[in-house]
Structures are given as structure tokens and as C-alpha cells.
């Protein structure tokens, strides 16, 4: 099988492992678990992803219109700020909304009674809580524009509200749940009994490897026994396609400055792994050595330490160290491990650099390519 370059290669059998946990956890914790589009979109493999859940998160009228038409079920919505002009669309592809300010509430909340199918709204709040170290991912930083707070509600909830949308949470552990429930409850527990769902929105990375699925499947059922009333709704994201793939790359170019060694790839960090430096993390190589980013300064060439570059003119667009087996020259493939979630959807076409593939390795070693792309859709993106 040969897997062209550059290429995002999504793998079957890894998703089916993360959506048989999924289900699991859902049946046994009595919860609704739905995929929350921001992380991980592609409406190719839907077809795998309705085996195993019935709903999704959209925070955006495109994201709606893509559950309705290619999923097949009305969304959850949440967004910061509802545009008028696409509410009324919204309404039909949605199940769900989740206003984020009572000002969004009192703008659009009569609106929702006149669409022809019945939406649930509910009102996103702010815990103050979030064990969030990136301070670029966290939702309950001081002066957040997510949600509303206790003390803005007031005692008798505002007319149709019938959930609270809850998101302070990314890649957390089911431990850091538990410490978040303990503040939703303190701050907002008179509302609790009042209400039909809480949705807890994303960040339970229950897929991660060193994840406590029992201790949360327990937390859950035991929210749902204080609050027998509460639909439950977790909306994770990077837990669905957590290690089910990676990006594959090519070596262009060897370069060496002041003692530093740079593979220069078909890729880049800056377009095509956003996450790597908004994060930052250091993604995993198959067949190399994480190192310390610095390692590759003054780095032995015996070592076959390298840093690895992307291909486009931005200085930044770069990581290292990795040590590989053995040299590398132009022609040899770099594997990224984990490049499925918070990729395909946060790419760009910045220099007009080659977009990879995106291909599915099917259960039964078919190697499917879902979208090849090329000068057109650069171009197609300008006017």
C-alpha cells in the first residue's frame, strides 16, 4: 500500500476502538455522548460514527448545516454570538441551543418558538473553575467572554430555559471533572432541580490511555442520582479520533546553521498541525526519539539529531529535537503520530503550500483517499 505524501491517513480500527469506549461509557453512565464537530469533521466517515452515537455539537451555522445534511440529526449549538441573519437557518438544523449572554437570551430567545420544529434552549454558564494551564484554551480565565456567571442569574431562571451548557475542560482528566462539579454545584446548584439537561461540553479525553473510565462513568452516575430530573450531555471532541491516525510527510531539504540540523519537510507546523505551536507540544515521530527542543543545538551529526521544519516562510514554522534511527535525505517519510483531531479542521493554505490528503485505512487494509487537494481549492478560497 502506497500512502502518497503529503497525507492525512486516518485509521478504522483505531476509530472503532475509541467509539466502542464511548458507547460503553454513555450505556453504563446513562449519559449522552455526542461529537462536538470543532475537533474532528470528517463527514466521510459518518457512516462509522452513526453506529455509535446520534448526535453532534456544531458552534456555527456551517457546522449545523454539516450534522443536518451529511450526519443526519439536528445539532446542539453553541456560539459566542449568534449572527441574525442565520439564526432562522440555525433553528432548523438544531435541536439545541445554548445562548451565551442573557443579552443573546433577550435578542433571539422569541425567535426560537417561531421555528417549525421544537428546539430546547438552555443558557451557557461560567463556573470560575478550570484547571486549564494554557491560558489560550481556558474558558473561565478571568474576564472570559464564555458564559454567565451565578451572580448575573436571576433566582428564577429567564422563560424556555431548559439546560445549562457548561465547557471548562480540554484533554482533562475525569479527576478534573470531579473538581469542576463540585463548583458548578456550589455556584449554581439551586438551578439544578430546575432544569431538563446539563451538558457538560468537551475536553473528557476518555480515549486517553491513562484515563480513569470507571471513575468517570461513577462521577456521572452519580450527578445523575443527586439530579434525577438532568439529561446528562458530555460533547467531547478530541477523544472520538484521539490517536486514530497520523500525518505523513516527506524530507525536502537537509539544511545546518550555527551547529543546527533541520529536515525540512513537505509540511507544515503552522498549516496543517496548528495545535503543535498554539499549545505548544511536541508531536511523537514512528520511529524517532523525543527529545528536548534544544538537544539539537551542537548535536554530533553521528547522533542524527535533527529539529524538523515546515515548508513555508514563516521562521517560527518549526520544532525539534527528534533523534532517528539512521540519517535522513531527501525522499524519506516523516510519520506524525496523533494528527487526526484539531488538524483538518484548523488547517490553512498560508503560502499556498500543497494541503495534504486525506485518506481512511479501512479494516480490511483498503486505503480509501477522501479528499485530494490541489491548486483549485487554493485558489477557490480568494476571490
Known sequence: MQVPSPCYVMEEVLLRRNLALISRVARESGAEIILAFK???????????????????????????????????????????????????????????????????????ERTKQSPQSVSCGIRINPEY?????????????GSRFGVTADLLPDELPQGIEGFHCHCHCESSSFALE??????????????????????????????????????????????QR??????ILEPGSAFAWQTGS???????????????????DVSFTCHMPDCLEMPYQP??????????DAVKGAPFEQNIYRLGGNSCLSGDYMGSW?????????????????????TVKTNMFNGISHPSIAMLHADGRLEMYKVFGYEDYRDRMC
Open 39 to 109: 475537533a474532528f469533521a470528517l463527514w466521510k466517515s459518518f457512516p462509522i460514527f452513526r453506529e455509535y452515537i446520534n448526535s453532534v455539537t456544531a458552534s456555527s451555522i456551517h457546522e449545523a448545516r454539516l450534522a443536518y445534511e451529511e450526519f443526519g440529526s439536528r445539532a446542539h449549538a453553541f456560539s459566542p454570538a449568534y449572527i441574525d441573519s442565520e439564526f432562522d437557518d440555525m433553528m432548523r438544523y438544531c435541536s439545541h441551543i445554548s445562548f451565551n449572554s442573557l443579552s443573546q437570551y433577550n435578542r433571539f430567545y
Open 130 to 142: 478550570s484547571e486549564i494551564e494554557t491560558e489560550l484554551y481556558n474558558p473561565c480565565a478571568p
Open 179 to 224: 473538581n469542576t462539579l463540585v463548583h458548578i454545584e456550589q455556584k449554581f446548584g439551586k438551578w439544578l432541580n430546575r432544569i431538563k439537561w446539563l451538558n457538560l461540553g468537551g475536553g473528557h479525553l476518555m480515549t486517553r490511555k491513562d484515563y480513569d473510565v470507571e471513575h468517570l462513568i461513577g462521577l456521572l452516575k452519580g450527578l445523575k
Open 227 to 232: 439530579y434525577p430530573n438532568l439529561h446528562i
Open 247 to 265: 500525518l505523513v510527510s516527506t524530507v525536502v531539504d537537509v539544511v545546518e546553521s550555527r551547529g543546527i540540523r533541520t529536515a525540512v519537510l
Open 284 to 293: 511523537a515521530v514512528i520511529g524517532a526519539e523525543t527529545l528536548d527542543p
Open 323 to 343: 533523534k532517528f534511527e539512521r540519517p535522513l535525505s531527501v525522499g524519506d517519510r516523516v510519520v506524525f503520530k496523533d494528527m487526526i483531531h484539531y488538524t
